[in-house]
């Protein structure tokens, strides 16, 4: 069974603070992905990695950043927390051109 | 601008009702669709259709393709409580990194 983490379940931080996710995956996935998931909005993209140091940005790369060293490890860097960041944050991963596997997803609040 | 488009946003149903969640697209160089079923957490698998015509089944859900007139649609016959849920559907288009277009999610909740 494939398996993806994420470091935490629920965080809350304070405006300007610098908040890293980290993800993994066990299934030496090349791709993998970071979303944010809004009431009404659905999933959006925010950057994704195809390849240990490759990143591309998604729909929505403002006010994030992203890093992969090594290939189970992808995360996802808010350099300067906003309220309007506070969202569910999920993680997927996947071989070349298939399914993605989402991890069980982190709730960020930004005070 | 590649985008993917479900209907209905929300639906409410009692047990034993049959639903069908619907999914249209507009996306370059069509590649596969894919269902999606999530509850309180991760999105979970449910199908990848790639072929038009061919439906795909397990257990009282079942989904179809039409790469003509570019829609899916996702059927839940015999509804349970535990099929409540936001069930998504996502499309994989252009370019070669397996990257995602997804709708914006249908919740179904089941009453008993």
């Known amino acids: 069974d494939v398996k993806v983490t994420q470091s935490s379940r629920y965080l809350v931080k304070r405006t300007g603070e610098k908040v890293f996710l980290e993800c993994v995956q066990d299934m030496d996935h090349e791709n993998m992905f970071w979303y944010r998931q809004d009431p009404g909005l659905g999933l959006r993209l925010i950057y994704f990695?195809?390849?240990?140091?490759?990143?591309e940005k998604g729909d929505i790369p403002e006010g994030y950043s992203v890093s992969r060293e090594k290939k189970e490890r992808f995360s996802l860097i808010l350099e300067s927390a906003s309220t309007n960041q506070t969202s569910m944050y999920l993680c997927a991963s996947s071989l070349f051109l298939g399914t993605q596997y989402f991890g069980p997803g982190t709730r960020l609040l930004v005070l | 601008e590649d985008k993917v488009v479900q209907s209905p946003l929300s639906l409410v149903v009692h047990e034993g009702d049959t639903v069908t969640l619907n999914c249209s697209y507009e996306v370059t160089n069509f590649r596969s669709l894919l269902w999606y079923k999530q509850e309180k957490k991760a999105p979970t698998f449910l199908f990848m259709l790639t072929s038009s015509g061919i439906e795909k089944k397990s257990g009282r859900l079942s989904s179809i393709l039409d790469k003509k007139e570019l829609f899916s649609i996702l059927n839940i016959t015999a509804t349970q409580t535990g099929d409540s849920a936001i069930y998504l559907c996502?499309?994989?288009?252009?370019?070669?990194?397996?990257?995602?277009?997804f709708g914006q999610g249908t919740t179904l909740q089941v009453k008993p």
């Open positions: 996502a499309v994989v288009g252009s370019g070669n990194t397996g990257k995602l277009i």
């Open positions: 990695s195809y390849d240990v140091k490759m990143k």
